[in-house]
């Protein structure tokens, strides 16, 4: 073989860039690199004498100086006198609260809707099935519309809880629905709140103490502790008692009728536009979980399941021991690209007005600094950050979970 | 599949670049057709109606240049710009000009390399609330939510208005007009604000528009006009003078009923017939036949026809002249003397 | 034998008893609604869940639909008529139907063109999309690229018959050379269909428009439904070839070449759609030389064909990984270098198993198409946040349009994904 192809030294012909292997790679990645040169000098040239022609010129100074605008939902401090940067850094917050928020809820109505989707109810099944499908195939920013029109007409303004006879009562005297948002209560924490907290911490590490007890000793010597009940009264009775032993350190601060003409003052608010962009971002996401999730438990085989029945275990425990193991490994790739989808569509915020880094930096800045280039370049970094970032999570997990053949 | 078509229309693109003049000027007049900015639709300014047809006082100012460089009232390529893209598109020369109700101000002028050709429309930002809310003035709004037509320089006046009389509000940020006043309509939020004459165009399309008052106080000046690109003095010279003969027009009494037999032949008044072309050679100087003036005026009448037929008394939009009105009336419309 | 049983035995059956219905609660619809809606207490329970859930929608919408208006001039008419009952008002739709579907600006003495061009796509698509149909259909497919420009955008016929002319100038250049070399058949057709639209592109006499058989339309003009169908069809079938390119780079041993793919496809993976249409908006314009005034729909063609080449390339990356390696194995033994090992052996296995998961991110793409609404394109839910909500006539209407917008584009999507499954199905049966 090497006889054959190989020519003799010194016979190098200029045909052999193109048809000897050896020589052929080097052919096409030199093409390669002028054309990716020339490519990158050629709109490098085009944006310079762009720029130059019209006398505009890159520059991040705008970062620094007043944004001038107010934002409404901030979880950092900022006023119209922050720069434009911390505005930046209040859209980034409030991106990534919503994503968070959304692939929460999206994993919860995916789960359930794919376990259901395999229920043996027939129409538990078709109306699951008609979830997915409805919202599969419907783009998702009409839905986010659809669901910021819904709240703004189905849910009552905010001054039909106002003034000393309101038309409506807040429930349970502490929460308020309004097409604004929801009004919840927060809490107010006193001198010796800190003690109830520390409860509450020594009580969930209890919790898992006691679990990891209780699996050693089934381990050991098989006897089997009961962990339902035993969990609960872990986690309430001994905050419960602190809390009143302490004499009720922790206070609510409700949503206030009386303070404002306009709005309920006082306690958490929520506004409407980061429900609907929740809501709608979390059905959405969840139609297309629930198949990931009824995908990942129809690839696990039926012999597992008998064979798991065959050795005696009990149904739940088939589930959580043979059968949610296996579909997990197939689930939560996809479930994660689903999570990057999420983060990637809150860019759609800009559609009901909830100021996530699009609106603030890409959308109010740029329009008021007129700085395009600049805006929609730190933009784009944000979210490749955030993507990179959520992909080397997802990278790492493949490779923990790879089977591990031998 | 598609991509053979594509490659070819950029060549041909790419061929048609090669030709490209130097001038704003000469390359409408090669082109043949004005490329102008508009916004996506605020009713009364700039819409499309239901023919697809542009309609509005900005779009007259489009028509006016169109029919003073081509002769076309239209020869006008419209080219629907959101607050977030007019600039670039302007900047970038996708547009000739820009008439998308944009306010003038020192930055956008200096620091973003614009220049901006005159005033259309003096303006400035208000509120709109319910008449059920019982609020009579802006300064009663401590705590109130403020929905925002996003796209001038709104959010920055509304944020130094409440900031000057130390009160607080909740802003509420919404894209198009169309969703901003959904919001105000259920009650998500108090006060509407944006630019009066918006306020006003949007309170005219209202169910009931006699339960909703636009509150007094004005908060910002926002002087609203045309602009074209830095640097093109000739383009900024036609686009201006073009503004300015269509005051001057109303100021002379030139209406599109009269200035047909006006411009047949020079007549008693010498500003008349200079800028009718009658006399006087400023057409050409400016680059453009003698008549521009006499088309830009017929193209839809003079500024004070346009202001009626668009947003005046007798459209469901109802503006007064208010400070559009002629300086000869009590207004700020002053246009620099035709010689 | 029987007479000796018939003596020992007290009755024996001689004759076969009539056949019984089974027991009522074992078959029929008892059985059905025993098994399917009430096997335990608990699925009981939700059985009566949902039918609440059923009866709550039906009956919150059935009377709105039932009796909308379908023949009002505007909204406060649509409101005199119903005197204060709730009900749709689906007049917006009668009166803005060709908006919705065409634009606001499209002529409306054309529409026929984009009509006659939606119905040669079925005729386009039907053999990419069912294998067995006969190959020569492939002719349709390949020229309705053209025919379509042509009727949508207008015109000269020049311009749609040179790049026609292109392509097969080029076709013929490469299948001259491939045998020699699949390099040189592929640059030389590629030069070929260039040298063909340049020169092409000179010869078409200025003017030409003007004196055209069909008017032409400008793309700004281009709108509602028509333009997302144009978008997501343009774009997936110009990103499928890039994808492949991109995928096999990406797998590829040249290094640079991998890194140019890796760092392009992780790039556009890794940003929102809608950040690229902002360039696509705000700064593609400064990349192209002054005053070339490429349009802004081909910026955004630009900019989707990119996104889905990126994704497209993930899942024919996929589908690559997903061979067995003796298939590469095999290809080297015949002797096939890169390019005839790539087309005859891997690629064919690697695109069969990819259909599905391309389908799927053509169902996306096609989706995706309503955010250029955000960047001043009127498609469908531009037209509909745009124009119609501010036009002073239908000033206030939401529900109607939205859920047409939601009809249109489930119609299309389910549709799609439908294929999608009957493909996966069918292909299935030949792996197991």
């Known amino acids: ?406 | 599949m598609k991509k053979t078509v594509f490659l070819g229309a950029l060549t041909v693109a790419g061929l048609a670049a090669g030709v490209a003049a130097a001038g704003t000027l000469d390359d409408v007049k090669a082109r043949g057709k004005l490329n102008c900015g508009v916004t996506t639709g605020l009713v009364g300014f700039a819409a499309p109606d239901a023919n697809g047809e542009w309609k509005g006082f900005d779009v007259a100012v489009c028509r006016a240049v169109a029919a003073a460089t081509l002769g076309d009232p239209a020869a006008v390529e419209f080219v629907p710009t959101t607050g977030k893209t007019r600039f670039t598109a302007l900047a970038s020369g996708e547009i000739d000009m820009l008439a998308r109700n944009t306010t003038w101000t020192f930055s956008r002028d200096v620091d973003l390399k614009f220049t901006f050709t005159g005033v259309n429309y003096y303006d400035g930002q208000g509120f709109m609330a319910p008449k059920a809310l019982g609020v009579s003035s802006a300064k009663e709004l401590d705590g109130a939510t403020v929905c925002i037509q996003t796209g001038t320089t709104t959010e920055l006046n509304l944020a130094d208005f409440f900031r000057a009389n130390n009160i607080s509000y909740q802003p509420v940020p919404i894209e198009t007009n169309a969703e901003a006043q959904q919001q105000y309509l259920a009650g998500a939020c108090d006060v509407f604000t944006t630019d009066a004459s918006g306020l006003a165009a949007t309170r005219a399309t209202f169910e009931a528009p006699g339960d909703h008052i636009l509150l007094p106080e004005i908060v910002s000046k926002e002087p609203l006009g045309p602009l074209v690109r830095h640097g093109d003095d000739e383009w900024a010279d036609v686009v201006r003078w073009t503004l300015n003969a269509l005051i001057t027009a109303e100021e002379l009494g030139v209406t599109s009923a009269n200035i047909g037999e006006m411009s047949a032949a020079a007549g008693g008044n010498p500003e008349i017939n200079r800028l009718l072309g009658t006399e006087g050679n400023l057409g050409e100087m400016l680059g453009l036949s003698a008549d521009w003036a006499t088309k830009a005026i017929m193209a839809s009448g003079n500024y004070g026809e346009v202001f009626e037929q668009n947003i005046g008394e007798s459209t469901p939009i109802g503006l007064s002249r208010g400070l559009n009105a002629q300086w000869t009336n009590g207004g700020l419309l002053y246009s620099p003397p035709f010689r | 034998m029987s007479d000796k049983r018939a003596d020992s035995v007290a009755f024996v059956r001689e004759t076969f008893l009539a056949e019984q219905p089974a027991p009522a609660s074992a078959t029929g619809v008892v059985k059905w609604l025993q098994d399917n809606l009430f096997p335990t207490w608990g699925n009981g329970l939700l059985t009566i869940v949902s039918l609440y859930v059923i009866y709550a929608l039906v009956t919150s919408t059935a009377p709105w639909m039932f009796n909308g208006i379908w023949n009002t001039e505007s909204l406060s008419e649509c409101r005199e008529i119903l005197d204060g009952a709730s009900a749709a008002c689906f007049s917006v739709l009668t009166e803005r139907w060709n908006q919705l579907l065409f634009g606001f600006k499209y002529p409306p003495s054309e529409y026929w063109r984009p009509t006659v061009a939606f119905v040669l796509m079925f005729a386009a698509l039907a053999p990419v999309l069912f294998f067995d149909l006969p190959r020569k259909l492939l002719i349709i497919t390949a020229l309705f690229p053209f025919t379509a420009y042509w009727l949508i955008w207008g015109g000269t016929i020049f311009t749609p018959l040179v790049a026609l002319l292109g392509v097969f100038a080029g076709y013929l250049v490469y299948a001259r050379f491939v045998k020699g070399s699949f390099a040189m058949g592929f640059f030389g057709g590629v030069a070929a269909a260039f040298a063909v639209w340049i020169v092409g592109g000179m010869m078409i006499p200025e003017g030409a428009n003007d004196a055209a058989l069909l008017e032409a339309v400008p793309s700004r003009d281009l709108g509602g439904f028509m333009l997302n169908m144009m978008l997501g069809l343009t774009c997936v079938s110009l990103s499928v070839p890039i994808g492949i390119a991109l995928a096999l780079g990406r797998q590829s041993s040249l290094p640079l070449i991998k890194v140019i793919c890796v760092v392009f496809i992780e790039f556009i993976r890794g940003v929102p759609l809608i950040t690229l249409l902002f360039v696509a908006n705000v700064m593609l314009a400064y990349f192209f030389p002054p005053g070339s005034g490429v349009d802004l729909f081909l910026r955004v063609v630009i900019m989707i064909t990119m996104f889905s080449a990126a994704y497209i390339a993930e899942v024919i990356r996929g589908g690559l990984a997903a061979l067995p390696k003796g298939q590469y194995e095999a290809a080297d033994s015949l002797g096939l270098d890169y390019p005839q090992a790539m087309r005859l052996i891997i690629l064919p296995q690697a695109l069969k198993i990819s259909i599905p998961g391309i389908v799927n991110v053509a169902v996306g793409l096609f989706k995706d198409t309503t955010l250029v609404s955000v960047i001043s394109m009127f498609d469908l839910v531009g037209m509909i946040r745009g124009p119609i909500l501010a036009s002073t006539e239908w000033n206030g209407i939401y529900w109607e349009l939205f859920m047409f917008a939601s009809v249109l584009f489930f119609i299309v999507c389910y549709g799609i994904s439908q294929y999608s499954q009957w493909l996966e199905r069918r292909l299935a049966t030949d792996h197991r």
């Open chain 1, 1 to 406: 073989m090497s006889t054959l192809t190989d020519s003799p030294e010194g016979t190098f012909r200029l045909s052999m860039l193109l048809n000897d292997r050896r020589y052929r790679s080097y052919t096409f990645q030199g093409i390669a690199l002028v054309l990716l040169i020339a490519v990158v000098v050629y709109l490098a040239n085009n944006v310079m004498t762009n720029l130059r022609d019209l006398g505009l010129n890159i520059s991040y100074e705008f970062l620094g100086s007043p944004a001038g605008y107010d934002i409404n939902q901030t979880l950092i401090d900022y006023s119209s006198q922050s720069t434009n940067l911390r505005a930046a850094f209040v859209g980034i917050i409030n991106t990534l609260l919503v994503a968070v928020l959304a692939c929460i809820t999206a994993t919860f109505f995916g789960v359930i809707a794919g376990v259901l989707r395999l229920s043996n109810n027939w129409l538990v099944r078709k109306l699951m099935a008609v979830y997915v499908e409805i919202f599969r195939n419907i783009p998702v920013l009409i839905w986010i519309i659809i669901i910021f029109t819904i709240l703004t007409a189905v849910l009552p303004g905010s001054r039909a809880y106002l003034g000393e006879t309101p038309d409506k009562d807040m429930l349970l005297g502490y929460f308020a629905f309004t097409n604004r948002g929801v009004y919840a209560p927060a809490p107010i924490w006193n001198a010796g709140s800190g003690v109830v907290v520390a409860v509450f911490v020594a009580s969930i590490v209890g919790i898992f103490a006691y679990r990891r007890y209780a699996r050693n000793l089934l381990y050991a010597t098989g006897k089997l502790l009961p962990t339902g009940w035993p969990t609960l009264a872990i986690l309430i009775v001994p905050v419960v008692l602190t809390f009143f032993i302490m004499g009720q350190p922790i206070g609510l601060d409700a949503p206030d009728p009386l303070a404002n003409r306009f709005n309920l003052k006082g306690g958490i608010q929520i506004g409407a536009p980061l429900i609907a962009l929740w809501l709608a971002l979390s059905i959405y996401t969840g139609a297309f979980i629930a198949e990931n999730v009824r995908a990942g438990i129809q690839a696990v085989s039926k012999g597992q399941t008998e064979a798991a029945a065959a050795l005696g275990l009990r149904s739940g425990r088939i589930m959580n021991l043979v059968v949610l193991p296996q579909a997990l490994r197939v689930i939560i790739p996809p479930l994660i690209s689903n999570y990057l989808n999420i983060t990637k569509n809150t860019s759609l915020a800009i559609a009901v007005g909830y100021a996530d880094i699009t609106a603030t930096l890409g959308g109010i800045t740029l329009n008021q600094t007129g700085r395009a280039i600049e805006c929609v370049m730190l933009l784009m970094l944000f979210y490749l950050v955030i993507s990179l970032g959520i992909s080397m999570l997802m990278n790492v997990y493949n490779n923990a979970m790879k089977l591990k053949e031998r």
